[in-house]
C-alpha cells in the first residue's frame, strides 16, 4: 500500500492516524485521531491543538488499511494549525520574555493572534491586498460608523489621497483647483501640511491652542478668501478639535473638510468617533498609533462619489472597481466606451485620474484585522493612562499647562503633553535630557512650526499666514512667525511622553517621581 500525506488510516493498534510527512526509513509523521471522527469533528479536535501536539512517527509496517483522503480545505487547515502551533512555542518563549526598562513615548503591542494571522497570510501566498484586507475595510468602518473605508500603505498616503481626490474632475465646479486655498496649522505632522502643497494648492497657516492643541477656530474666518476651499486639520494627539465649530464653519462657507485621524482612532465628539465628521478622515497604522499593522492607513468617507474618487485614485487611478485577482463584474468589461479610446477597449486597463497604487498587503490587513479586535480595550488603557498622569501632574501645574479635553469629546489620547510655562527656570532641553537619561522617552510635538522646517526655509513656498496675502516661505521675518505665537511656544516649550496601554501604573509613578526630583 502506499502511504501519503494527507490521507486517513487505521493502524495495526485500531488507531486512527492522519498522516502528516514521510520521512527517512519507511517512517512517517502523523497526527493521532480519535476512532470513528467524522471529517468534521476531526478538524475541531485538531483545533483544540492538544491533539496536534502529539505529532510522532510511525512505522509503514504499523499502517493498514486506508481509511479516507482528506479533501484539501480540510487538510489545508489542519497543515495550517500545525505550523501555528509551533509558531506559538516560538512566540511564547521568545517575544514575550523580551521586555526592556526604557519607557517609549510610543508603541506596539502585538501578540501571538497578529503572528498567527501573518502565517495564515504567508500560507495564502495570495501576497497582494485580498480576503484579509476585504475583511478589515469592512470592520473598521463598521466600528466608526463610517460607510466606506478603504486601506492603504501610509497614514501620510491617506492624507495625499484625501487631498487628491477633492481635484478630481468629478466633483465638477466643486474641484480643487491649482492655488486654491487650504486652511491647515503648521504644529503638528508634515505630511498634514505637504499633500496640499504636492497638490499645487496654498496652505493657510493659523495658530493653535495651548491647552487643548486644536485649531483656533476663531481664525479660520478672518483667513478665508475667495479662494479658501478646505480645511484640513488633525485631532493633535487624539484631543478632537472643535467639531461643531469647524463644521459649522465649513458649511457657511461651502469648504471641504478632510479631518487627520492619524493619531485619534477610538477619539469620539459628541458620542460619535472622529474622522466620520468631515468629508473624509484618514487613519495611520504605524506601530506608534492606536493600532498598527507596520505601514499602512486608511481613508474612511460617508459619501459614496468621494469613495469612487477615492478608491480609483488608490489604485493606479483606474476607472474599473473589480477587487484585485477578479474581472468582469459589472458584466461589461468590453462593452463600453471610455474617453476617446476605441470602442470595447478593456475596462480594467481604463483610467479616470492621474492615480497612485497605495494599496496594502494582506500581510499588513492580517495584523490589522487581529489589532482592531483589541482596540477597545487599547482606548479604554490609553484613556485610564491619561486620567492617571494627569491627577499626578496637578501637582506641577505651578510649572507646566497641562493637556485639556476639548468641550463634549472623550479623546483617546495618542500622548500626554507638557507645555512649560513661560516663567519656569528651567528648559525644555534641560528636562526632556534629564527624562531621556531616566529612561522616560519624549517626543515633540513633530515638525513643531513647521514653517520654520528647511523645508520651507530653504525653498519657496506660496503660502498664507492668517489673513495675510500670499508670502514666499523662504522669504519669512520674525514678524510672520509672529502672528502664530501658540506654535512657536510648543515648538520651543512643549513635549509629549507615552500613555500606549504598555505604560503601567508604577511607570506613570515613576515618571512623576522623576519630573518631581528634577524640579
Ligand atoms: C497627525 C499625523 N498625520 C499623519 C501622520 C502620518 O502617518 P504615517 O506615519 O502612517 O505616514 C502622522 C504620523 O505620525 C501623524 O501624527
Known amino acids: 500500500m502506499q502511504i501519503k500525506p494527507g490521507h486517513i488510516y487505521n493502524t495495526d493498534k485500531s488507531k ?3 498522516i502528516i510527512d514521510k520521512l527517512k526509513n519507511n517512517r512517517f509523521k502523523f497526527v493521532p485521531l480519535i476512532k470513528n471522527s467524522s471529517q468534521g469533528l476531526l478538524i475541531e479536535e485538531l483545533k483544540a491543538s492538544a491533539i496536534i501536539k502529539e505529532v510522532s512517527a510511525i512505522n509503514s509496517a504499523e499502517i493498514k488499511t486506508e481509511v479516507l483522503k482528506l479533501d484539501y480545505g480540510r487538510l489545508d487547515e489542519i497543515l495550517r494549525q500545525l505550523v501555528k502551533y509551533d509558531a506559538g512555542i516560538y512566540f511564547q518563549n521568545t517575544k514575550e520574555k523580551a521586555k526592556s526598562r526604557y519607557i517609549p513615548a510610543a508603541g506596539k503591542i502585538i501578540g501571538e493572534s497578529e503572528l498567527m494571522n501573518m502565517i495564515d497570510a ?7 491586498t485580498g480576503r484579509f484586507n476585504d475583511k478589515f475595510e469592512k470592520e473598521l468602518a463598521k466600528f466608526l460608523g463610517a460607510r466606506h473605508a ?3 500603505n501610509s497614514g501620510s498616503s491617506a492624507n495625499l489621497l484625501a487631498l487628491s481626490a477633492l481635484t478630481s474632475h468629478k466633483l465638477k465646479n466643486k474641484r480643487l483647483r491649482p492655488n486654491d486655498e487650504v486652511i491647515t496649522v503648521a504644529a503638528g505632522f508634515p505630511t498634514t501640511v505637504n499633500p496640499i502643497i504636492q497638490n499645487g494648492l496654498i496652505p493657510v497657516f493659523i495658530d493653535v491652542d495651548l491647552k ?4 483656533k477656530t476663531d481664525q479660520i474666518e478672518e483667513s478665508i478668501t475667495q479662494k479658501t476651499k478646505a480645511v484640513f486639520v488633525a485631532h493633535t494627539l487624539g484631543n478632537p478639535f472643535d467639531i461643531d465649530k469647524i463644521l459649522n464653519i465649513c458649511r457657511r462657507h461651502n469648504l471641504w473638510l478632510i479631518e487627520d485621524n492619524c493619531d485619534a482612532l477610538g477619539s469620539e465628539y459628541k458620542g460619535k468617533y472622529t474622522g466620520t465628521f468631515g ?4 487613519m495611520s497604522f504605524y506601530p506608534a498609533h492606536h493600532i498598527t499593522m507596520g505601514e499602512g492607513g486608511a481613508v474612511v468617507t460617508n459619501d459614496a462619489v468621494l469613495f469612487d474618487i477615492l478608491a480609483s485614485m488608490r489604485d493606479w487611478g483606474r476607472d474599473c472597481y473589480c ?3 477578479k474581472d468582469n463584474t459589472c458584466g461589461k468589461r468590453f462593452e463600453q466606451q471610455h474617453g476617446r479610446l476605441p470602442f470595447g477597449y478593456d475596462h480594467k486597463y481604463v483610467y479616470a485620474h492621474p492615480g497612485y497604487n497605495f494599496k496594502i498587503t494582506d500581510w499588513q490587513a492580517a495584523i490589522g484585522l487581529s489589532q482592531l479586535k483589541k482596540l477597545p480595550d487599547f482606548i479604554k488603557k490609553r484613556q485610564t493612562n491619561f486620567a492617571l498622569l494627569k491627577s499626578e501632574f496637578k501637582k506641577f501645574e505651578k510649572y507646566f499647562i497641562l493637556p485639556e479635553a476639548t468641550k463634549k469629546s472623550n479623546p483617546s489620547w495618542f500622548g500626554f503633553w507638557l507645555t512649560l510655562k513661560e516663567n519656569v527656570n528651567f528648559s525644555k532641553k534641560e528636562l526632556v535630557d534629564f527624562l531621556e537619561k531616566n529612561g522616560i522617552g519624549t517626543r515633540n510635538l513633530f515638525a513643531g512650526n513647521i514653517l520654520r522646517q528647511p523645508v520651507f526655509v530653504d525653498d519657496e513656498i506660496k503660502i498664507r499666514i492668517r489673513n495675510s496675502g500670499i508670502l514666499i516661505s523662504s522669504d519669512l521675518k520674525e514678524e510672520h512667525y509672529a502672528l502664530l505665537p501658540n506654535t512657536d511656544a510648543i515648538m520651543k ?3 509629549w511622553i507615552g500613555l500606549w496601554p504598555r505604560i503601567s501604573e ?3 509613578k515613576y515618571i512623576s517621581s522623576k519630573i518631581n526630583e528634577f524640579i
Open 150 to 152: 478603504l486601506t492603504v
Open 279 to 282: 468629508h473624509i478622515g484618514t
Open 323 to 325: 477587487p484585485s485577482g
Open 122 to 128: 504567508s500560507l495564502d501566498m495570495w501576497l497582494t
Open 493 to 495: 516649550r512643549s513635549f
Open 506 to 508: 508604577s511607570e506613570i
Open 16 to 18: 486512527l492516524v492522519l
Open 212 to 215: 487643548t492643541f486644536g485649531v
